[in-house]
């Protein structure tokens, strides 16, 4: 996976908090020691506050960013990790419509996006996940495309940019992209989140046709 960048305000203050939480329990694993007398071994120090850190950190940026306490969140970015499954409209040639699958790996701070159809594959190489309302909202991602052996001569190994926003249904990805040099096309897709899991081509696509009917 590779980082990402967002402006979520949690990307400012999460770590000042997480400090804070290190530090008192730090103190509390001191003080509890201190309190009832612990004879604790000269290997198990008391930790400091920036091993907790790392601690706290790791847990936080693994699972804590995608908690829920009601309504309130402990992260502004959306939780996009999953497998999603869709159709693909391109302008080439006389305009095409393909079926497609993005598989998304996600914590807080890393991504990876995975696209595969029935003739490529693409994986990103730089992201954004933005939460502002207005035309940045959304995941945008840079990315590598290479065509499968059975995909036609005119297709080409090539970059290329994809913006998609997540509908209000909190489960529909939907957005367009744009194939750099190479192609020189655009589109667009709309896809549906089939399973937290990562799934293959085929898993996605009778998961997408059970969803449908």
Known sequence: ?????????????????????????????????????????????????????????????????????????????????????????????SGTTVHGMIHIHQTWTNLCVEFESKTSRSFSVMAA????????????FQYTNAPRHCATETMNAHVGLNHLRLLPDGKTLEGDYFAGRGRQTFGSMKLVRVGRERMTYEQASVKHLVAVI
């Open 1 to 93: 996976m590779h980082s990402y960048a967002s402006d979520s305000n949690d990307r400012r203050i999460a770590p000042w908090v997480i400090f804070i939480i290190a530090t008192l329990l730090a103190y509390a694993y001191s003080a509890f020691v201190s309190w009832r007398k612990i004879e604790v071994a000269w290997w198990l120090e008391t930790p400091s506050i920036m091993s907790v850190y790392a601690l706290v950190y790791w847990v936080y940026n693994r699972y804590g960013w995608k908690w829920r306490l009601g309504a309130f969140r402990f992260s502004e970015i959306p939780d996009l990790s999953g497998t999603w499954f869709g159709e693909v409209h391109s302008d080439h040639g």
């Open 129 to 140: 996940v933005n939460v502002t309302p207005g035309p940045t909202e959304g995941l945008t």
